[in-house]
């Protein structure tokens, strides 16, 4: 599986941004798809994850401005950011996790200014 995440830049505190993560390869209805972010000097975290039903979750500095959707015919994960902060700025990456492996993708990188 290799994943091709795009929809990164620059954006305003209180902007908004949409990411895409496309998958080529297999994925599986039982694959999780989703998004973490590092920021500067920080460990790789949890941003929000979604199952081929739908099923989502988020980590708690995003939920009611983040959301995460799958299209499943497209082998492609989203994430739309809205009232985006200055600490939201990390790079971003997106996941495929298949029972006990991860894939990744290359990052993508949001800025967000004061």
């Known amino acids: 599986v290799q994943l091709q995440a795009s929809g990164g830049g620059l954006v305003q505190a209180g902007g908004s941004l949409r990411l895409s993560c496309a998958a080529s390869?297999?994925?599986?209805?039982?694959?999780?798809m989703g998004w973490y972010r590092q920021a500067p000097g920080k460990q790789r975290e949890l941003v929000a994850t979604?199952?081929?039903?739908?099923?989502?979750n988020y980590a708690d500095s995003v939920k009611g401005r983040f959301t995460i959707s799958r299209d499943n015919a497209k082998n492609t994960v989203y994430l739309q950011m809205n009232s985006l902060k200055p600490e939201d700025t990390a790079v971003y990456f997106c996941?495929?996790?298949?029972?006990?492996?991860?894939?990744w993708g290359q990052g993508t990188l949001v800025t967000v200014s004061s």
């Open positions: 979604v199952t081929s039903g739908g099923d989502t």
């Open positions: 390869g297999t994925i599986f209805s039982s694959d999780i």
């Open positions: 996941n495929v996790r298949r029972v006990i492996y991860n894939y």
